[in-house]
């Protein structure tokens, strides 16, 4: 079937296509049923009292289904003691297994754990069956699956189909390449499987670390599931995501491009941090990606099979081809002696009198109220003004230089249309409301869109929430999504004290990265350590960033296996791979070029390998 009639415009489907429920031990996902919070263990899975402490936390923390590695017959025995004693404790969390490779063990953990999930990208094709035609490998796989399926009917498991952007199949990436649509059609191999099978119990996921790729593949899954009438669940993750503000605007943003559309059914937070720490992120993500179903139009737009930015003309060194723009206020505390602002750095600074004026550092351009800028005896040449609602009327005339045009309301939209159809000058900044952000948002855009208006449009919203988390996620939840789909060339954060001007830069750079619009620093991919991790992914990511931090725009990975560690790492620039204990391969690109480096040697083998590549240079 071929995927003609989606390339303008997100499809009546999204939005509209509902999933079924799926039955996961207690849990049920998908329907009607509210969105479920999972993760999974970072633990040995052999070591029982480890694993069943951190599961516990797990849930005492708001953990609904709980995923363990599984490699082989000795980590499912301790499964199924680990669940035995839960269920005697009265904890009734469900477990899943992770299954790479291994179909014997998969028909294994069918009847242990509640779930198994499979990677179709792996799922029996082991090295020998690598060379294997297309044809041979879709067959084999196919049979695999379906004593799967036959087994889990019997035993009332259900399972996830799996795909990693990083793990295709080889027969996948000869017809399609690592792309969103290969992904697409990998899940849909298995799942036309359990369709004609008439199995129900199965929920689907697609992941990548590249969120445009996740959220680009997830659509088109649902698009071809609604064409082949499939209702199968997702469970939304962004893999590999990092640590810190990065990880959690990244999964933010990936997460809630697709939750605002009203697809997913389960999420999980990705972290290299302590698992616990990613239910609160995940709940504050569900939180801030809830909309009013009756609102919004639903239109916005994009293409979703090829991602394009939204076309504009440039005004200033925003829109047409620049990269999107940063816009704070001015920071008037002195910085203190021997400290500095490291962060990056606006493209414009708002001066909201003319007082503060004097405060843009040299060489920025700033941005006055339009009062304010009339007031003012002398132009300054490099300041320009914003002129809200009651001052469009005075663009009709306007024969000055740019200016920044504020939207307040989705009124303001055919309003401005008028005035500006001349090309003016002008760059739009849509100021969100409190409540109902992403409703406007969408709006306005569909009217930008319906006017044929191609000015820059930079997004506004000032943000009360007290706690720094709250607001990080609310910002990426509300803005990443318009980021990612390309229709913004700029972002204006801001918040109440103590969030100032540079954290306000910190945070939109951040979600601008994240959605792969501009890149201002590294991008470190860090996988969350499952019980196969062969380091300390925290402390080892934690040397790897000191090491490497003051180079730029690279993207450097650190995994803790050989097994799923390479093909995940996807498009980072350097990979640091578990390859044993004690031991790590260096990866440039896809290529491992150092192997078994002692891990005590390996960041400086690292710095050789970049300065060999002309990536590394000496810290000042
Ligand atoms: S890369 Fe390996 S160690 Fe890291 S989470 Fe994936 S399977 Fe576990």
Same mark, same amino acid.
């Given at each position: 079937?071929?995927?003609?009639?989606?390339?303008?415009?997100?499809?009546?489907?999204?939005?509209?296509?509902?999933?079924?429920?799926?039955?996961?031990?207690?849990?049920?996902?998908?329907?009607?049923?509210?969105?479920?919070?999972?993760?999974?263990?970072?633990?040995?899975?052999?070591?029982?009292?480890?694993?069943?402490?951190?599961?516990?936390?797990?849930?005492?923390?708001?953990?609904?289904?709980?995923?363990?590695?599984?490699?082989?017959?000795?980590?499912?025995?301790?499964?199924?003691?680990?669940?035995?004693?839960?269920?005697?404790?009265?904890?009734?969390?469900?477990?899943?297994? @992770?299954? $790479? *490779?291994?179909? =014997? #063990?998969?028909?294994?953990? %069918? +009847?242990?754990?509640?779930?198994? &999930? /499979?990677?179709?990208?792996?799922?029996?094709?082991?090295?020998?069956?690598?060379?294997?035609?297309?044809?041979?490998?879709?067959?084999?796989?196919?049979?695999?699956?379906?004593?799967?399926?036959?087994?889990?009917?019997?035993?009332?498991?259900?399972?996830?189909?799996?795909?990693?952007?990083?793990?295709?199949?080889?027969?996948?990436?000869?017809?399609?390449?690592?792309?969103?649509?290969?992904?697409?059609?990998?899940?849909?191999?298995?799942?036309?499987?359990?369709?004609?099978?008439?199995?129900?119990?199965?929920?689907?996921?697609?992941?990548?670390?590249?969120?445009?790729?996740?959220?680009?593949?997830?659509?088109?899954?649902?698009?071809?599931?609604?064409?082949? @009438?499939? $209702? *199968?669940?997702? =469970? #939304?993750?962004?893999?590999? %995501? +990092?640590?810190?503000?990065?990880? &959690? /605007?990244?999964?933010?943003?990936?997460?809630?491009?697709?939750?605002?559309?009203?697809?997913?059914?389960?999420?999980?937070?990705?972290?290299?941090?302590?698992?616990?720490?990613?239910?609160?992120?995940?709940?504050?993500?569900?939180?801030?990606?809830?909309?009013?179903?009756?609102?919004?139009?639903?239109?916005?737009?994009?293409?979703?099979?090829?991602?394009?930015?939204?076309?504009?003309?440039?005004?200033?060194?925003?829109?047409?081809?620049?990269?999107?723009?940063?816009?704070?206020?001015?920071?008037?505390?002195?910085?203190?002696?021997?400290?500095?602002?490291?962060?990056?750095?606006?493209?414009?600074?708002?001066?909201?009198?003319?007082?503060?004026?004097?405060?843009?550092?040299?060489?920025?351009?700033?941005?006055?109220?339009?009062?304010?800028?009339?007031?003012?005896?002398?132009?300054?040449?490099?300041?320009?003004?914003?002129?809200?609602?009651?001052?469009?009327?005075?663009?009709?005339?306007?024969?000055?230089?740019?200016?920044?045009?504020?939207?307040?309301?989705?009124?303001?939209?055919?309003?401005?249309?008028?005035?500006?159809?001349?090309?003016?000058?002008?760059?739009?900044?849509?100021?969100?409301?409190?409540?109902?952000?992403?409703?406007?948002?969408?709006?306005?855009?569909?009217?930008?869109?319906?006017?044929?208006?191609?000015?820059?449009?930079?997004?506004?919203?000032?943000?009360?929430?007290?706690?720094?988390?709250?607001?990080?996620?609310?910002?990426?939840?509300?803005?990443?999504?318009?980021?990612?789909?390309?229709?913004?060339?700029?972002?204006?954060?801001?918040?109440?004290?103590?969030?100032?001007?540079?954290?306000?830069?910190?945070?939109?750079?951040?979600?601008?990265?994240?959605?792969?619009?501009?890149?201002?620093?590294?991008?470190?991919?860090?996988?969350?350590?499952?019980?196969?991790?062969?380091?300390?992914?925290?402390?080892?990511?934690?040397?790897?960033?000191?090491?490497?931090?003051?180079?730029?725009?690279?993207?450097?990975?650190?995994?803790?296996?050989?097994?799923?560690?390479?093909?995940?790492?996807?498009?980072?620039?350097?990979?640091?791979?578990?390859?044993?204990?004690?031991?790590?391969?260096?990866?440039?690109?896809?290529?491992?070029?150092?192997?078994?480096?002692?891990?005590?040697?390996?960041?400086?083998?690292?710095?050789?390998?970049?300065?060999?590549?002309?990536?590394?240079?000496?810290?000042?």
């Amino acid at each position: 079937m071929g995927n003609e009639g989606i390339k303008t415009g997100l499809p009546d489907v999204i939005g509209n296509w509902k999933s079924g429920e799926v039955q996961v031990g207690s849990l049920t996902i998908g329907g009607t049923s509210p969105l479920r919070i999972q993760s999974m263990t970072s633990t040995d899975t052999r070591q029982t009292e480890e694993t069943l402490q951190q599961i516990r936390r797990l849930a005492e923390a708001g953990c609904e289904l709980v995923r363990c590695t599984t490699q082989g017959k000795r980590e499912l025995r301790a499964l199924a003691s680990v669940r035995k004693k839960l269920r005697k404790e009265g904890v009734p969390v469900p477990l899943a297994a @992770d299954v $790479h *490779y291994l179909p =014997h #063990l998969a028909l294994e953990a %069918a +009847g242990v754990v509640d779930k198994v &999930r /499979i990677n179709p990208g792996n799922y029996g094709i082991g090295p020998r069956q690598q060379a294997l035609a297309p044809e041979e490998a879709r067959k084999l796989q196919k049979e695999y699956f379906t004593r799967l399926i036959h087994r889990c009917r019997e035993t009332g498991t259900a399972i996830r189909v799996g795909v990693n952007h990083g793990s295709l199949s080889e027969h996948i990436m000869q017809e399609y390449g690592d792309t969103p649509e290969g992904m697409a059609e990998s899940a849909m191999e298995f799942l036309r499987v359990c369709r004609n099978r008439q199995f129900p119990n199965v929920i689907v996921s697609l992941k990548s670390s590249n969120t445009r790729v996740m959220v680009q593949a997830t659509r088109l899954l649902v698009w071809k599931m609604w064409r082949e @009438d499939m $209702h *199968y669940p997702l =469970h #939304l993750g962004v893999t590999e %995501a +990092g640590e810190g503000e990065d990880g &959690r /605007i990244k999964s933010a943003v990936g997460i809630a491009g697709l939750l605002i559309d009203g697809i997913g059914d389960t999420i999980r937070v990705s972290l290299t941090e302590d698992p616990v720490k990613e239910i609160p992120v995940a709940k504050k993500i569900a939180r801030y990606s809830l909309r009013m179903p009756a609102q919004g139009s639903r239109k916005r737009p994009v293409s979703f099979l090829e991602w394009e930015r939204r076309k504009t003309f440039p005004v200033l060194n925003a829109g047409g081809d620049h990269p999107p723009v940063l816009i704070t206020g001015l920071n008037e505390e002195k910085i203190p002696a021997g400290g500095k602002n490291t962060g990056p750095s606006a493209d414009f600074f708002f001066a909201s009198s003319e007082k503060q004026l004097a405060l843009i550092p040299p060489g920025k351009a700033g941005i006055v109220p339009y009062v304010c800028w009339q007031s003012l005896a002398k132009k300054p040449s490099r300041v320009y003004p914003l002129l809200d609602s009651r001052h469009y009327a005075d663009m009709a005339s306007w024969k000055g230089k740019p200016f920044f045009a504020e939207v307040t309301a989705t009124a303001d939209i055919p309003r401005l249309a008028d005035i500006l159809k001349s090309d003016l000058p002008a760059i739009l900044v849509i100021r969100l409301p409190d409540q109902h952000a992403v409703e406007m948002l969408e709006e306005c855009f569909y009217l930008i869109h319906e006017h044929g208006l191609g000015n820059p449009v930079i997004l506004r919203k000032k943000y009360s929430e007290p706690d720094p988390e709250d607001l990080l996620i609310r910002a990426s939840c509300e803005t990443g999504p318009f980021c990612l789909d390309g229709l913004v060339d700029g972002l204006w954060l801001e918040g109440e004290k103590p969030f100032g001007p540079d954290d306000a830069a910190s945070l939109g750079a951040g979600i601008l990265q994240a959605t792969r619009l501009r890149m201002y620093h590294n991008e470190y991919i860090s996988c969350p350590s499952c019980g196969r991790t062969l380091f300390n992914i925290q402390k080892v990511t934690a040397r790897v960033r000191e090491k490497t931090r003051h180079l730029n725009g690279l993207r450097i990975a650190v995994m803790g296996c050989m097994v799923n560690g390479p093909g995940e790492m996807a498009d980072a620039d350097y990979g640091y791979v578990g390859a044993g204990p004690g031991k790590v391969h260096l990866y440039r690109k896809k290529q491992p070029v150092l192997k078994n480096i002692p891990e005590e040697e390996a960041l400086k083998a690292l710095e050789e390998l970049m300065r060999k590549e002309g990536h590394w240079v000496d810290p000042a």
